[in-house]
């Protein structure tokens, strides 16, 4: 099951598609993986020790006791936890998952709405750490909460982190992930494919070997108080996502552009009907990154870009609109070294 959906979300698909194919795919992925009922396994107890067990008791409260890797066992589908019951909450207490390169740290799946995973709580001086796993966390249920964790990946002095993604939220709605770090995974620190009204509040992306934050058909969500720098790939990238937010955002020093809203040519996809649209970016910084520090692709439109500061960025302009005289997109207040348009301003 994870790897099919990792498949449906390649980049070396996307970059064949149009952005109709490339929502539809996501689409057909989302439901296959919906369709495969999880393998059975065994129940946790409230107090887990090991990995290798399902929170299927709806309402309960489970407690991770000491550090977990993947040697104590994994589950039937090949990870470390997983929850399958509505109203659970996971207290990490400020534990370590680790992993060998394989499997998902802990998965919410599609059975599982509102749930609760924290690393720790305000009376705990640790914060949790996952890394080593193929995902760090997966969330496939509606209505969840992910917060408090220090590192989902690695950091500066252990800059190997999970081998794709750090957290991954697939075709779901109403998440809200906050006070995280999701730096030095392979590819993005932190995907979003489909579903959207999310909340993604006080966290870092940084270092990751692809994007920061990619939003990829997911509409309505926001960003708020976030560092997404160091990247291999664009700082934060919108591929026909629609009525997202970005608010006080530190987008800087990435390896391609800051901030990217459109459907994909500039990602290296080809540009379809649908762009992204209706965005707002706000009071944040895109500066010093390779290429521009923030790009409109053509067809993306009705985009607000306000209060943005873009300088020594490393492109032919720092603040690019694609679209002939810049379409219904706003630019208001914004500071800029170098610009694509007169418009922009």
Do not use: W
């Given at each position: 099951m994870q790897k099919m959906r990792i498949r449906v979300i390649d980049r070396r698909i996307v970059s064949l598609m149009t952005c109709g194919m490339f929502a539809l795919a996501v689409a057909v992925g989302l439901a296959t993986s919906a369709s495969a009922a999880p393998k059975p396994g065994n129940s946790c107890s409230s107090s887990i020790t090991a990995c290798?067990?399902?929170?299927?008791?709806?309402?309960?409260?489970?407690?991770?006791?000491?550090?977990?890797?993947?040697?104590?066992?994994?589950?039937?589908?090949g990870n470390c936890l997983e929850i399958s019951a509505d109203h659970v909450l996971l207290d990490l207490m400020g534990n370590a998952l680790i992993g060998s390169g394989s499997g998902t740290a802990i998965v919410i799946q599609k059975t599982a709405q509102f749930a609760v995973i924290q690393g720790t709580d305000p009376n705990e001086a640790a914060q949790a750490i996952v890394n080593s796993w193929n995902i760090g966390i997966e969330d496939d249920g509606n209505?969840?909460?992910?917060?408090?964790?220090?590192?989902?990946?690695?950091?500066?002095?252990?800059?190997?982190?999970?081998?794709?993604?750090?957290?991954?939220?697939?075709?779901?709605?109403?998440?809200?992930?906050?006070?995280?770090?999701?730096?030095?995974?392979?590819?993005?620190?932190?995907?979003?494919?489909?579903?959207?009204s999310h909340r993604f509040m006080n966290f870092d992306t940084t270092n990751n070997g692809a994007d920061g934050v990619a939003l990829n058909a997911s509409n309505g969500n926001t960003l708020f108080n976030c560092t997404t720098t160091g990247n291999g790939g664009q700082g934060v990238l919108m591929i026909s996502a629609d009525s997202n937010q970005v608010f006080t955002g530190a987008i800087n020093g990435n390896q391609k552009n800051g901030i990217l809203l459109g459907c994909g040519k500039s990602a290296g996809a080809s540009c379809g009907s649908h762009g992204s649209n209706f965005n707002r970016v706000s009071d944040s910084g895109a500066n010093g990154n390779q290429a521009a520090g923030i790009v409109i692709d053509k067809g993306s439109s009705a985009n607000a870009i306000t209060s943005l500061k873009a300088q020594g960025n490393g492109g032919s302009f720092d603040a690019i609109d694609s679209n002939s005289r810049c379409d219904d997109d706003t630019w208001f207040n914004n500071t800029f070294g170098t610009v694509s348009q007169s418009c922009i301003h």
């Open positions: 290798g067990c399902i929170m299927d008791k709806r309402g309960s409260t489970y407690t991770v006791m000491n550090d977990l890797n993947d040697g104590q066992g994994l589950t039937p589908n209505n969840a909460t992910i917060e408090l964790f220090r590192q989902i990946g690695g950091n500066q002095f252990n800059p190997h982190g999970n081998t794709t993604y750090g957290v991954v939220l697939n075709g779901v709605s109403n998440t809200t992930v906050d006070d995280f770090n999701a730096s030095f995974n392979g590819q993005d620190g932190l995907l979003v494919v489909g579903g959207g």
